[in-house]
């Protein structure tokens, strides 16, 4: 159960885009469309912002959009706010039945 | 409204037992996949365990044989038994619901030390 490969950290502009990867491997982000990303902010629990690869759950907001390709996922966060200075969390199911986070990427809003 | 409340954390010697409970209100636990997540002070975050609603139970590598999760259908509560407690245990523990781990509770914290 080898944690997903992130970036430790992103940054970007108010306004511009970026984009967060997320590598596994065959036996979880390749194999199932069971992909989900979450918003931490300091001291507050976390927040899904996409399931299942690419679904948004309701009350969050389109700039937020997700995708896969092989064995990597990716968040990307259009029009950047300051509100969207968070850490970032990827998880996929695995093949053993359990789930698998990866390690976190911190985005600074400049 | 959909609301998780932990509760159980505190002050453990390495080597003893906690149990932490999650109540539930505005769903059925039972009804829903039940997850146990934690973090570690400064880490990321760490899937520990699931109940699907069939009553199956997966756990991660490093908790196997020492935790175990279970629900009381009739308080709406979901458990983690943690035995064996280890300094690397030692974290906020969230219980979360559904299969994409949809809502959150705000987490109890576990210490481990002497």
């Known amino acids: 159960q080898s944690a997903l490969t992130q970036p430790a950290s992103v940054s970007g502009s108010p306004g511009q885009s970026i984009t967060i990867s997320c590598t596994g491997t065959?036996?979880?982000?390749?194999?199932?469309?069971?992909v989900s990303w979450y918003q931490q902010h300091p001291g507050k629990a976390p927040k899904l912002m996409i399931y299942?690869?690419?679904n948004r759950p309701s009350g969050v907001s389109n700039r937020f959009s997700g995708s896969k390709s092989g064995n990597t996922a990716s968040l990307t966060i259009s029009g950047l706010q300051a509100e969207d200075e968070a850490d970032y969390y990827c998880?996929?199911?695995?093949?053993?039945?359990?789930?698998?986070f990866g390690g976190g990427t911190k985005l600074t809003v400049l | 409204e959909v609301q998780l409340v932990e509760s159980g954390g505190g002050l453990v010697q390495p080597g003893g037992s906690l149990r932490l409970s999650c109540a539930a209100s505005?769903?059925?636990?039972?009804?829903?996949?039940m997850n146990w997540v934690r973090q570690a002070p400064g880490k990321g975050l760490e899937w520990v365990s699931v109940?699907?609603?069939?009553?199956?139970?997966y756990y991660a590598d490093s908790v196997k044989g020492r935790f175990t999760i279970s629900r009381d259908n009739s308080k709406n509560t979901l458990y983690l038994q943690m035995n064996s407690l280890r300094a690397e245990d030692m974290a906020v523990y969230y219980c979360?619901?559904?299969?994409?781990?949809?809502?959150w509770g705000q987490g109890t914290r576990v210490t481990v030390s002497s």
């Open positions: 979360a619901r559904d299969w994409s781990l949809v809502d």
């Open positions: 109940i699907y609603s069939a009553g199956d139970t």
């Open positions: 299942d690869v690419s």
């Open positions: 505005g769903f059925i636990v039972s009804s829903n996949y």
């Open positions: 998880s996929s199911y695995t093949s053993s039945s359990t789930w698998v």
């Open positions: 065959s036996s979880d982000v390749g194999a199932y469309n069971f």
